[in-house]
T-cell receptor, first 116, second 110 residues
Framework: NAGVTQTPKFRILKIGQSMTLQCTQD?????MYWYRQDPGMGLKLIYY???????DKGEVPNGYNVSRSTTEDFPLRLELAAPSQTSVYFC???????????????FGQGTRLTVV | TQLLEQSPQFLSIQEGENLTVYCNSS?????LQWYRQEPGEGPVLLVT?????EVKKLKRLTFQFGDARKDSSLHITAAQPGDTGLYLC??????????FGTGTRLQVTL
């Protein structure tokens, strides 16, 4: 049971380069999320999706783009990478957003990105 | 923007000691979750608390939701090295999105 799979695990980018962080889940979850985690800052929501074809901005969307062409995949695109985007990126999915019913967000192992 | 502040930010204790981690906000949350994250991994859900004043126990971990549903605490009794990790609270608020706290990094040594 793979759950949420992210690739790559590590990446170094030069300033101005672009890349796509891949995320796929095999739990048939409608809801998917991208977070970034900076030291001592917890998780910040970048983008989220409530289903195939539907995406919306989170707290920190600038410099990123997403698409959701299938239920399984939710790639995150970085255009014109900047040092401020150095972070650990986590993709997550959930069956619903009924958090009070003990809905769980399932996370991938993360992608550690360094922009130099 | 709903903010969740956790304290302390770092905690280093010896095996067998007790500790409490706090998660505070000025916002009301419909529910609150606690996650634990180990190095190189994503966060994993420990518990969800829903009702103001609710207390839940998970073996040596005790979770409490504040009466006003603005704060929560996690108490660990007789900490073990396996408890080492980053503890994150997450509140369910506006638009059904989770807002994560700033995190508490716990190190338990022998």
């Amino acid at each position: 049971n793979a759950g949420v799979t992210q690739t790559p695990k590590f990446r170094i980018l030069k300033i101005g380069q672009s890349m796509t962080l891949q995320c796929t889940q095999d739990m048939n979850h409608n809801y998917m999320y991208w977070y970034r985690q900076d030291p001592g800052m917890g998780l910040k929501l970048i983008y989220y999706s409530v289903g195939a074809g539907i995406t919306d901005k989170g707290e920190v969307p600038n410099g990123y783009n997403v698409s959701r062409s299938t239920t399984e995949d939710f790639p995150l695109r970085l255009e014109l990478a900047a040092p401020s985007q150095t972070s650990v990126y986590f993709c997550a999915s959930s069956y619903s957003t009924a958090w009070d019913l003990n809905t769980e967000a399932f996370f991938g192992q993360g992608t550690r990105l360094t922009v130099v | 923007t709903q903010l969740l502040e956790q304290s302390p930010q770092f905690l280093s204790i010896q095996e067998g000691e007790n500790l409490t981690v706090y998660c505070n906000s000025s916002s009301v949350f419909s529910s609150l979750q606690w996650y634990r994250q180990e190095p190189g991994e994503g966060p994993v859900l420990l518990v969800t608390v829903v009702t103001g004043g609710e207390v839940k126990k998970l073996k040596r971990l005790t979770f409490q939701f504040g009466d006003a549903r603005k704060d929560s605490s996690l108490h660990i009794t007789a900490a073990q090295p396996g408890d080492t990790g980053l503890y994150l609270c997450a509140g369910a608020g506006t638009a059904s999105k989770l807002t994560f706290g700033t995190g508490t990094r716990l190190q338990v040594t022998l």
